[in-house]
């Protein structure tokens, strides 16, 4: 059962907002930012933009969106801040641990955001290395993007996305088919063709490949 006793000053001090401010890497993809207004600590998390945590003591806050206690603490092995999950019981041990990120360090989703694809892909790839599994690589996801991307008409950066897919997955035939088709819609008929072509050696059943390279092929 979880008790929690709060503190009467949600106000916080300047020190502890200096230490505390600032955006943690909740997982490879993903961040928690936490600020301050008028000294009260928020967070944003997930599309919440204004979460605020039941303060417990000066360093310990409960919220209610994560069911979950956090602490703000300082490693003095690396000088790095974290926010943490608090263990539910004192006999276990920190099992998420939570790195306070560097002033200009960007997660790879904000490289995308601000046009930065190389250094976009460059993180991934790190992703991939250390854990092909890794959600955050998904192709899927990828793909959702870039027809969101496409289907705003914002075709240079759809195919960018496109591209950094088929450079993460260059064995499935979806992302060829995927990029070609937007090559198609942005008007690159030839390279539209070459991507579908790459997409059919994979996957000799893409008939929406085979019809598109008949059709071009014989004019």
């Not at 608090?86 to 490289?111: G, H």
């Not at 930065?116 to 460059?122: C, I, N, V």
């Not at 996801?141 to 289907?151: A, C, T, V």
């Not at 950066?157 to 993460?168: C, G, S």
Request: with cysteine; aromatic share 14%.
């Amino acid at each position: 059962m979880l008790t929690i006793i709060s503190c009467n000053n949600k106000a916080n001090s300047e020190a502890f907002i200096n230490m505390a401010s600032g955006k943690y890497l909740f997982n490879s993809d993903e961040i928690v930012e936490v600020y301050f207004n008028e000294s009260i600590l928020y967070l944003k998390w997930r599309g919440a933009s204004t979460i605020e945590p039941l303060k417990i003591n000066d360093s310990t806050f409960f919220v209610k969106e994560m069911n979950e206690k956090i602490r703000f603490i300082t490693d003095h092995y690396n000088d790095k801040n974290y926010l943490i999950f608090v263990p539910k019981e004192e006999k276990d041990t920190i099992a998420f641990k939570f790195r306070k990120l560097d002033l200009y360090e960007k997660i790879p989703s904000e490289y995308i955001e601000s046009n930065q694809f190389d250094k976009a892909l460059e993180a991934y790839l790190n992703i991939q290395k250390n854990d092909s599994l890794d959600s955050a690589i998904n192709e899927n996801n990828f793909n959702k993007l870039g027809y969101k991307e496409l289907g705003d008409k914002n075709y240079d950066k759809a195919l960018l996305v496109f591209k950094l897919n088929v450079k993460l997955h260059p064995n499935s035939a979806n992302v060829y088919d995927s990029y070609a088709d937007a090559l198609k819609q942005s008007g690159d008929t030839l390279q539209a063709i070459e991507f579908y072509k790459k997409s059919l050696n994979i996957d000799s059943g893409n008939q929406r490949a085979k019809k598109f390279i008949e059709k071009y092929e014989k004019k």
